[in-house]
């Protein structure tokens, strides 16, 4: 063992995180020139780090993140009582039973596979609803996750595989862990920089992460959400035109809405923030935002079909340091609870 002043001269996983954020691109909210006090590693988890993050970035710092692979294969919903009676909280009966196959055919070494059938559970009302805070710890931990740790979260597919990985960067900043980034352009943009896959699982040791009670503030409720009355909130609906302008079936045969809409509801698209490999420069995100002119003070709630898509809007905003809130129920909640406000369609 080496003499403990040689201990204490390396510096810590952390420690190499604050100076590779710091040498990577320059001083910014979330640097210092200055090597951070021994409270700021100790509170890491309250520490900003970049809302995305390149593959480049991610293929250089491998030693200092934890990375999570969000790959999603859409499926149809389970009943939520065979759900309930089935899987609920079995979070090692699911991981056993409830497998990706994209996950398992190619992944980033050393990615956890973060599954939404697994991290969220159906309800009448939700597609993906939200655990309590110390369910979803104990999931979390399975997938090796520790305290401090700074997750990388990716994905795959269309728009650079960003919804599915923004929605969990969400989710963890919910449940309160801070030091999360998504991997800008998913799994094809790791492969383009020639970055290494693998198949199969990898053998994870279980973490020690610990979940902090619901933020609410970037939460929003069906309750809480002025149906009748949207001009007094900015709320925006992220579906595709297709879907807005009726276009499309809203998709909910069982539902009685009429529309495709909700009347006040402003339609902004992923499209305004993603493009075909991942989200757009931060510039062009900013200049489509302030298109909406939201006012200070003024709330903003963000919609989709499922809470996945809004959740990709909610990183953007974020990045742009708009304030906003994520309806998690979205159409698929409102379209059963309260279908009589679904009266607008057309352009």
Same mark, same amino acid.
């Given at each position: ?6 201990? !204490? ?13 710091? #040498? ?13 006090? #021994? ?93 309590? &805070? ?6 979390? !931990? ?30 963890? !900043? ?5 030091? /999360? ?15 290494? /896959? ?104 963000? &919609? ?15 990045? #742009?340091?708009?304030?906003?809130? /994520? ?21």
């Amino acid at each position: 063992m080496p003499p403990l002043d040689d201990r !204490r001269a390396r510096p810590s996983r952390l420690e190499n995180v604050w100076s590779t954020l710091r #040498s990577e691109d320059g001083p910014s909210k979330y640097q210092s020139n200055a090597r951070p006090p #021994s409270e700021h590693l100790a509170n890491f988890s309250k520490m900003s780090v970049p809302e995305t993050v390149e593959p480049q970035w991610v293929a250089a710092n491998l030693g200092n993140i934890k990375l999570l692979d969000a790959t999603y294969t859409m499926k149809p919903k389970m009943d939520p009582n065979e759900f309930k009676a089935k899987y609920y909280g079995k979070f090692g009966v699911m991981m056993h039973e409830l497998k990706n196959q994209e996950y398992l055919a190619e992944h980033i070494t050393g990615a956890a596979h973060f599954n939404a059938d697994i991290a969220y559970y159906p309800t009448e009302n939700e597609r993906f609803a939200l655990y309590d &805070s110390k369910d979803f710890e104990q999931y979390v !931990r399975r997938l090796g996750v520790n305290v401090g740790d700074h997750l990388v979260i990716y994905s795959r597919g269309p728009n650079g595989g960003i919804p599915f990985a923004a929605r969990a960067w969400w989710t963890f !900043r919910l449940y309160g862990h801070n030091t /999360v980034s998504v991997m800008n352009g998913g799994l094809e943009a790791w492969k383009a920089i020639t970055g290494v /896959v693998k198949s199969g699982e990898d053998l994870i040791s279980p973490g020690n992460w610990e979940a902090k009670p619901l933020d609410k503030t970037s939460l929003a409720s069906f309750e809480e959400i002025p149906f009748d009355n949207l001009g007094s909130v900015v709320y925006l609906d992220g579906r595709p035109k297709e879907l807005w302008t009726g276009k499309e079936p809203l998709g909910y045969p069982n539902s009685s809405a009429t529309g495709s809409r909700v009347k006040g509801a402003k339609h902004f698209p992923l499209t305004e923030v993603i493009g075909p490999k991942g989200y757009k420069k931060k510039t062009d995100v900013d200049a489509a935002i302030s298109k909406l002119n939201i006012q200070p003070g003024q709330q903003v709630i963000l &919609s989709c079909n499922l809470g996945v898509g809004a959740a990709a809007l909610y990183l953007a905003f974020a990045r #742009s340091g708009i304030p906003a809130k /994520v309806y998690n129920g979205s159409m698929h909640e409102l379209a059963h609870r309260n279908p009589g406000v679904i009266t607008e369609k057309g352009q």
